[in-house]
């Protein structure tokens, strides 16, 4: 025993601390930049050729991609089975298949990462300076911080964003150019060919050797402007001459904000599976040596940390451990009113505790919410087995045997009864060892956790536990009774008296018992299908996502100033630390008309109110904004999902056919919205885009010999934002961006200015052969598996169920006649709920015939088992009435949590018949007055264990610490099943013990053979 405290203690210490058990799916996500490139483009181009190829990798469950102007983001989902670093080089394998049909003039190849997009930053930093400009901040936390990172194992991904990456802007004045004969082809042509960085190659001389370099490359503005692009009538023209150049950003139409201050905000993203608390660590670790190596007027903080929440939730759970154990100990005083018969059951519990330390060690287990949980609960499981073994030595003590003795004929006695116990106890997680998916990977460990601690118990009481009775407990006549010790017996004396005074009455009416048994079970079966139904519960992290939506028409500049107004809102909150606020296309947001809020809740101690209430309250205070939406959802430990939507669920349409897909999806988010199941009902499609369409006539641009790649390219020089070239740095690489001068892209007027140059060299006004257009276009095209798809998602409203919500969608599909050329599916969480809810009967069967048959093996017989399984809908009653009542939904945790009501409520039914079976076979005593005694003399080690093991739970009901909502449900089961089955089978258990029995002897299929009773009066064995 010693040596498995040491090792228990050892593994502790070595035992990671994390959320939730590492489960992830591994997920990448290829991201590909194309600046200037419209959605459509983008899609056929770019995003179409490279789904070609992930296609065709094995273990691809999900392939979701969205098209963006100048992005293109692919997630790829694959199964749980399939390691994410063969994953990625398969990828990668696809990409470099991909280049031969990709555009040439991709500034870069595409690039993928190890990480759920889906995820929130596990850490977010904000960097700067009070003398520094933004975009020399944004160059070292690019060039130091990102680097240095993203080699931290564990890291999947680092995220500037906003990002304000320096560059070179040449902003050209195309009336001037025009003037001069000059196209922008021509000013890209001179950038290109006078600007570059390649090998010199080098002499070698006799003695010496020269590296040959020369000063080719242009590093800066000042360095670009008296650059000469042609000659005028013998005189340069200088690039200074036709426009201006700047040292600016690479992208202007992208920002990020920590409030109302312009910041440099750097995420940073886990990889699938890893760890992120030793993640965490591993980053805090690093930072100091980081901040050495930045510039002193630079500042590195913490914005946001996910972990706070985390190890307050691990705290949380490890305080309520202790006190559900302290609990437990004072029931076994208060039954036992002894020192050291307190002082033995106690030590078992600490012991298997400890012990099971070290086979979650053994199992690659982590410390989380669902195992510590496990622990919780079972600190009112592992007495039991000491708590039956001790009362039973003591009642031979009570009776006049020595110590020695009293253990020796306790433990013989009740040692089949320990093993029963703990075997059908294990029994009852089987099933959970053999679910699929996300959901049977993460109750695995809690199974295991349970299993481990149950077992281990079983070994202490069977062991430990007689020792020590034979060496601490003294004999009856020895001992000294106080007050205390006489009033408790006075009132076990009326309880018991009370108990049989029932008990007589029940078997005198026993069929009115039997219908009474018959009606838990069909209020058990009535309760299951009204009771709302969901996933998991939500968690409150102190941290919500929040994303606003404009107008699809709105610039860049007004949507700055819209979320501005959004944020400032948002700060007055008494609840709110913190919101860093995300605007412009990119790698975060789809579309200009989209932004992103990271809104950081107080500390829950410091908070008035939870993460709901709040969500409530920033709703109502922004609702009134015109022209922008904010949609919020909590940010949860366990994230299912592989995008991230708008709101919380998915409900994903799909279709070969763009018009009909639109049509529909449309017409089910308009019924979808008036439905009272749901809130925040809202779509991915934004097809209200404006678009100019430059209709070239493409006979007259024959006539005057201009090509379609010479229009083409001088739109992009304008107003694509090109990278025409790099300039290369020991450190980084920056960009050179040419455009027209930004008083030339304000409104459709600019293209009246624009100039393409002939095959011929002359300069041929762009409408003298194309017509301007304006038409609405998608500014982004979302494809699933390859076909363009549509997802709408919501959100469930207070007091609401994903059961009820899912049933409101079918519904509205049913009634609005949706196409069977429209598929459709639920992704993510509410895919998991699904099928998570089909197969909830199942397991729970599953569960009733593994213990039927370990019981059957046990007891050798098809009856008994019966006896004891019949306990069970008293225990489904009191879970689903309490659920009810306190309007929790039947959740994953519940449905573990009646789980294990399954494994506790047949310790009452396993401690009477194992008594009554030994009178029959032993003594020969009649079945009435067998399980009559065993109830009587059982009735207090059964008050004793269930008592324990409701006071294990019962701290989770009252726990209103970080992490209580995903552990609450679980002792609301375990609490209200035990109360009612507490009740009902101390006396509807004899009673259908005699039913069966006369059944059995009728028709004689009970087991073995009782002997004929000698005497109706005959005495149990003592």
């Keep these: 025993m010693v040596g498995m405290v040491l090792l228990g203690v050892l593994s502790y210490t070595l035992l990671p601390v994390s959320a939730l058990p590492a489960i992830d799916f ?55 089975d399939r390691d994410i670093d063969a994953s990625s080089q398969d ?6 298949i991909s280049g031969g049909v990709l555009p040439r003039n991709l500034p870069s190849p595409p690039v993928f990462s190890k990480v759920n997009p889906a995820d929130p930053p596990i850490l977010t930093l904000v960097v700067s300076s009070e003398t520094l400009p933004l975009e020399q901040v944004n160059d070292l936390a690019d060039t130091i911080l990102a680097q240095k990172l993203s080699q931290v194992s564990g890291v999947g991904l680092v995220t500037i964003q906003g990002n304000q990456k320096p560059a070179v802007r040449i902003r050209l004045n195309p009336a001037a150019l025009a003037g001069l004969n000059l196209s922008l082809e021509d000013v890209r042509s001179a950038i290109v060919t006078s600007s570059v960085n390649t090998p010199k190659g080098s002499l070698d001389g006799k003695r010496q050797t020269f590296a040959l370099q020369t000063n080719d490359q242009i590093s800066s503005a000042a360095g670009f402007r008296p650059m000469i692009i042609a000659y005028r009538n013998g005189a340069p023209v200088r690039v200074s001459d036709v426009g201006d150049v700047i040292d600016n950003v690479e992208n202007n139409r992208q920002g990020a904000w920590v409030g109302a201050k312009p910041s440099v905000v750097v995420d940073i993203q886990r990889q699938p599976g890893a760890n992120i608390i030793a993640t965490a660590d591993r980053i805090k670790e690093l930072l100091p040596q980081l901040r050495t190596s930045l510039p002193p007027s630079v500042r590195v903080e913490i914005l946001n940390d996910r ?12 305080f309520t451990m202790l006190l559900a154990a302290g609990l437990v100990v004072l029931v076994i005083f208060l039954f036992l009113r002894k020192f050291w018969a307190t002082v033995i059951p106690a030590v078992a519990l600490p012991l298997a505790v400890v012990g099971t330390f070290g086979l979650m060690k053994l199992g690659g287990f982590s410390l989380n919410n669902l195992s510590l949980m496990a622990l919780t609960i079972s600190t009112g499981f592992v007495v039991d087995d000491a708590i039956v073994m001790i009362e039973n030595i003591v009642r031979f003590l009570e009776k006049g045997d020595s110590p020695m003795d009293a253990a020796l004929k306790g433990s013989k006695q009740i040692g089949f009864t320990v093993i029963s116990l703990s075997v059908s106890l294990i029994a009852v997680f089987i099933p959970l060892l053999f679910m699929t998916g996300i959901v049977g990977r993460l109750f695995r460990e809690f199974a295991l956790t349970l299993s481990a601690s149950v077992a281990v118990s079983a070994v202490v009481s069977l062991t430990l536990t007689p020792m020590m009775c034979a060496r601490m407990l003294r004999p009856e006549r020895e001992e000294t009774h106080g007050r205390l010790y006489r009033w408790t017996e006075h009132l076990f004396d009326a309880l018991l008296a009370a108990y049989e005074t029932g008990l007589r009455w029940v078997l005198r009416h026993q069929r009115f018992t039997l219908l009474v048994t018959a009606a838990t079970l069909v209020a058990t079966l009535y309760l299951y299908t009204i009771i709302p139904k969901g996933l998991l519960p939500q968690q409150d992290t102190g941290l919500i996502l929040g994303i606003t939506e404009a107008s699809p028409s709105i610039s860049y500049k007004a949507m700055v100033q819209q979320q501005a107004l959004v944020t ?19 790698q975060v947001n789809p579309a200009t008309n989209t932004g992103r809020l990271y809104i950081a809740l107080k500390p829950r101690k410091q908070r008035q109110s939870d993460v709901d209430a709040v969500m409530q309250r920033l709703h109502t205070a922004t609702s009134g904004l015109p022209g922008i939406t904010l949609l919020m959802q909590a940010v949860q430990d366990l994230r299912l999902d592989s995008r991230i939507s708008r709101t919380q669920y998915q409900y994903t349409l799909q279709s070969i056919n763009d018009e009909e897909l639109d049509a529909w999806s449309g017409r089910l988010m308009q019924e979808l919205q008036k439905r009272n199941e749901l809130a925040g009902v809202t779509s991915d499609k934004q097809a209200g885009g404006l678009q100019l369409r430059v209709e070239v006539d493409r006979d007259k641009a024959q006539r005057l010999n201009v090509t379609t790649q010479a229009i083409d390219d001088t739109l992009y020089d304008a107003f694509g934002q090109r990278q025409v070239s790099v300039i290369f740095t020991q450190l980084n690489q920056y960009r050179v961006i040419l455009e027209v001068d930004p008083a030339f892209q304000k409104d459709t007027d600019a293209l009246q200015k624009v100039f393409v140059k002939s095959t011929t060299g002359s300069l041929v006004p762009l409408i003298a052969f194309a017509s301007l257009r304006t038409v609405n276009a998608p500014l982004s095209i979302q494809h699933q598996g390859q076909f363009p798809a549509v997802t709408l998602s919501f959100n469930t409203p207070p007091g609401g169920s994903l059961g009820r919500a899912i049933e409101a969608i079918e519904a509205v599909k049913r009634e609005i006649g949706l196409p069977e050329t429209i598929a459709t599916e639920f992704s993510g969480s509410a895919a998991e709920f699904q099928s998570s809810l089909s197969s909830t009967p199942l397991l729970l069967l599953a569960a009733i015939v593994v213990i039927y048959i370990v019981l059957g093996i046990l007891y050798e017989s098809y009856i008994h088992p019966i006896t004891i399984l019949s306990s069970l809908p008293s225990a489904g009653v009191g879970a689903l009435l309490a659920l009810y009542l306190t309007r929790m939904d039947l959740n994953l945790i519940g449905i573990i949590g009646i789980i294990l009501l399954i494994g506790i409520v047949k310790k009452n039914a396993i401690m009477m018949i194992d008594f009554a079976i030994e009178a029959e076979r032993d003594a020969g005593v009649p079945p009435e007055e067998s399980i009559y005694q065993a ?6 080690p059964i008050l004793m264990t269930t008592a324990a093991a409701l006071l294990g739970a019962l701290p989770l009901v009252f726990e209103s610490g970080a992490g209580a909502e995903l552990r609450r449900p679980l002792g609301v089961t375990i609490v209200g099943g035990l109360l009612v089955s507490q009740f009902l089978t101390l006396y509807t258990t004899p009673v259908i013990y005699l039913f069966l029995d006369r059944l059995s002897r009728r028709f004689g299929f009970g087991g073995k053979e009782t002997p004929e009773p000698e005497s109706l009066a005959h005495p149990l064995p003592q």
């Design 26 to 80: 591994p997920t990448l996500e290829v991201r590909t930049g194309y600046p200037g490139a419209a959605p459509e483009v983008m899609a056929a181009s770019v995003t179409t050729p490279l789904e070609r190829q992930f296609g065709q990798i094995s273990g691809l469950q999900t392939m979701t991609s969205v098209s963006s102007f100048g992005n293109s983001s692919i997630i790829l989902q694959f199964g749980l």
């Design 91 to 96: 990828v990668q394998a696809a990409i470099n």
């Design 307 to 318: 972990t706070e929440t985390i190890r307050a939730s691990v705290h949380d759970v490890q």
């Design 568 to 586: 400032e809102l948002l700060q007055r909150d008494p609840d709110v630390a913190s919101v860093a606020s995300l605007v412009g296309g990119g």
């Design 935 to 940: 109830c009587v003399l059982r009735f207090r």
